[in-house]
């Protein structure tokens, strides 16, 4: 299917691209229509990196602005956790305590990480991205353990 792809594509840029050379008209200065300068070249790599930085850094906001709503949402149900704990006796209750405790450390890993991709550049945030990431898929697998636990 690939090959056939490909095959498709290259006969409509043939087909697109006429058969019959253009004529070419010489303007002022020797420079022809269609050809490109350094100027063009700079301006358009300025460009292209502009749009490639703007990408990165709504990337990088998206990824914090769902990182923390995620966290706030788990953080409540810690909250609901530490509560359901309350009520329980002895080893339960220390087994249950340092679990929560757990999930806690967990979630201020994770919190450390997102705050680590607000401090760093759009460019760079993509390696700190993969460690938030498994701080809080650390935290979340925890969290589901502790509910099906108890």
């Known amino acids: 299917m690939s090959r056939s792809f490909w095959t498709l594509m290259v006969g409509l840029v043939f087909l697109a691209s006429g058969c019959e ?15 490109v300068t350094p100027d063009d070249v700079r301006q358009d790599i300025g460009k292209a990196l502009d749009t490639t930085t703007k ?6 906001e998206d990824f914090q602005r769902n990182l923390r709503a995620r966290i706030n949402e788990l953080e409540a149900e810690i909250a609901k956790l530490r509560e359901q704990g309350r009520d329980f ?10 679990m929560v405790a757990d999930l806690e450390t967990k ?7 997102l705050d680590e991709i607000g401090r760093s550049s759009a460019e760079a945030w993509r390696d700190i991205q993969k460690g938030a ?3 809080w898929d650390d935290l979340d697998k925890a969290f589901q353990e502790a509910s099906n636990k108890f």
Do not use: M
Request: hydrophobic share 20%.
């Open 21 to 35: 050379p253009k004529p070419v008209n010489p303007t002022p200065g020797n420079v022809t229509p269609g050809n």
């Open 107 to 113: 979630r201020e890993a994770a919190r450390v990480k």
């Open 89 to 98: 006796k002895d080893e339960t209750k220390s087994s249950w305590d340092h």
């Open 55 to 60: 990408s990165a850094e709504q990337t990088k």
């Open 133 to 135: 990431q498994s701080a």
